[in-house]
């Protein structure tokens, strides 16, 4: 039986916002095919008839996640005027209760059996690696 393509693309949409979800849980790394898919309600085998490859995905997630974040920030702006609209989102974002959601999510990270802390631990001692360290270790 062949779907839609208007279907196939709904499904292609919910697979692409649970990753990005997961994308911002656990990072790039906690995205996993065989999870994520049984998470949208889809088996595993039904993933390369949306994306290439997992890197495809992450990257089309990463975007979703952006441009989502990207109209977060510009509704919060919008309410204010031109001149106060960067002092606005300065505020918002470093306010206690975005503080609070960004703790909890690295809460969740950290349990996550993937979490490695950020910087990587190279980072953290004081070496030449310090300063060019762009990668985790």
């Known amino acids: 039986m062949r779907y839609s393509r208007e279907h196939k693309q709904e499904t292609h949409d919910r697979i692409v916002k649970k990753a990005s979800v997961r994308l911002r849980e656990k990072g790039a790394?906690?995205?996993?095919?065989?999870?994520?898919?049984?998470?949208?309600?889809?088996?595993?085998?039904?993933?390369?008839?949306?994306?290439?490859?997992?890197?495809?995905?992450?990257?089309?997630a990463f975007d979703y996640a952006m441009d989502r974040s990207m109209?977060?920030?510009?509704?919060?702006?919008?309410?204010?005027?031109?001149e106060k609209q960067l002092p606005q989102i300065v505020e918002t974002y470093l306010s206690t209760v975005h503080s609070r959601i960004c703790r909890a999510r690295l809460r969740?990270?950290?349990?996550?059996?993937r979490w490695r802390p950020w910087p990587a631990p190279c980072c953290w001692r004081a070496s030449p690696a310090r300063a060019s360290c762009r990668t985790r270790c």
């Open 29 to 60: 790394h906690g995205i996993g095919v065989a999870d994520l898919m049984k998470e949208a309600g889809l088996t595993h085998g039904g993933f390369y008839a949306h994306f290439d490859s997992r890197e495809a995905l992450v990257i089309e």
């Open 71 to 82: 109209e977060h920030w510009r509704k919060q702006s919008d309410q204010v005027a031109p």
């Open 108 to 113: 969740a990270s950290r349990r996550s059996r």
